[in-house]
């Protein structure tokens, strides 16, 4: 990597670790101007040899476009220790914009986990975990968990209530509707033979609602990969059905490749913040362009981690491209919310810092788009920047801001 692209990428990402933050218990992170245009390949063939793993491409171009895109496709819920999760909720509403009650139609709940009781209560959810057959290029696969998120089963099975005290455990929330066939004009896009396969959570205007804790890691084993760095994130629903880390496989891998992440919840010791992972603001080969696309990525503003306590919050993607990351222990987990209740909830909780906005992107869909859920390999539009945007996003994973 050339010094003149890598130094000013350090500063920038110093930058954004130093940032100024307010702490609370309770507040909101705000983003707006989510979603842009951009083209991809779509995975065509999975190719799983040990001595010879690839990933090929169709010679295809698909675009996906509108209204909080990436974020509009079928999404995974990634949930990493020390996390205990007590409850989970998956709302859709045909139209919410925040701070307007007038036009927005109510919430009504198509997913549902609550790990409160003696039995555990699962509506439409999945727990599903890379535990699975080994790869040298794509990891390991998925397959269901046990209760400790770790030991592979052959059914749904809800994790322990007092599970994910210990770091870099993570399972995946799908939902429980079965994916098609893998192939690459599929529901659910080519994805790796003999796994559990099923949809993410899909929609627009969506909002998840999460009741957890995020204890400490005491085991000091500080050698663990995240150590003691809890997270609660959204991806694309297609990535973890083909390999289990981005990677530098750049046609097997669609996280820092266009269908990018929320971290919802990110923690480090003491504080937790949310960052959108895209490549929305991307304009070209420049290191003021990679600026632009990395100023878009954290949100101002940071929590306060539940060590000691239960928290209830979540975050509503709403019909205008704004999207808000909040706690508050006034939302409920109920069949149905309404608009005016949601917005009033969202009102009334103070902002921990300015919206962030986000840079418009740059290109523009055809009149006739279409939209895959199939895996998001990178167009060859922005691939010499892959490596940087893969480097760069797993130094901020590490040093947590």
Known sequence: MKSSILFPLISILSTIVNADTTLGSSGKIQFSGVGYDFSYQPISKINNGNKNCYCELSDNEEWVSGTNTPFNEYLAVHVRGPTKLSKFAYYISSNFTIGNSSTSTSWNRSAFFDNTEDFPTMENITFLGHQGDDSSCLGKALTYIGQDGRTPQKTNTAPGKYMQDVSNVEYIIYSNVSCPKSSVNGGCGVYRSGIPAFYGFGGVTKMFLFEFSMPTDSSNDTGISYFNAPNIWLGSDSQPRVLSQPGFQSNCSCIFQGCGEFQVFSANATKMNSSMLTLQGLNGNTSLDIQSMYTNMDGYGSFDRPINTTVTGG????????????????????????????????????????????????QTAPTTTSSSNSALPLSSKVNNWMYIFTIATTLLHNIMW
């Open 315 to 362: 975050v509503v993607f709403d019909s205008s491209g704004n999207v808000v990351s909040f706690l508050s222990s006034d939302i409920a987990f109920d069949e149905q919310l309404t608009s005016s209740s949601v917005n009033a909830i969202l009102a009334d909780i103070p902002e921990l810092g300015t919206t962030k906005q986000l840079k418009a992107g740059i």
